[in-house]
């Protein structure tokens, strides 16, 4: 590591710290802390993401979310599927995100 790390992390850093912080505590619910199960993926969409999910009239949409999403169909988001869905929610409300530059 060169001397421009030391001085913490940077913010990009801190959010990746955040999402895998995010993740391992859902995901840590039936002892694999590093992969979401489908049932956990549903407890963190209802949970963390309630305002999204509330706002869905179809009702299987999160099962084919969880279906897209696992990639490699062992039934479990691993940190990296679960990114695309991060990054998934994030292209989906642009207008959202662009509205308030500064919060956060
Ligand atoms: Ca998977």
Excluded at 34 to 48: A, G, H, I, Q, R
Excluded at 57 to 76: A, E, F, S, T, Y
């Amino acid at each position: 590591m060169s001397s421009k790390y030391t001085a913490g992390p940077t913010e990009t850093e801190r959010c990746i710290e955040s999402l895998l912080a995010v993740l391992q505590r859902y995901a840590g619910r039936d002892g694999n802390a590093c992969s979401l199960s489908k049932k956990e993926f549903l407890t963190f969409m209802n949970t963390v993401l309630g305002s999204f999910t509330k706002n869905q009239k179809d009702p299987g949409v999160l099962d084919r979310m969880m279906k897209k999403l696992n990639m490699n169909c062992d039934g479990q988001l691993d940190f990296g599927e679960f990114l695309n869905l991060i990054g998934g929610l994030a292209q989906a409300c642009p207008e959202q995100a662009m509205s308030s530059p500064t919060s956060g």
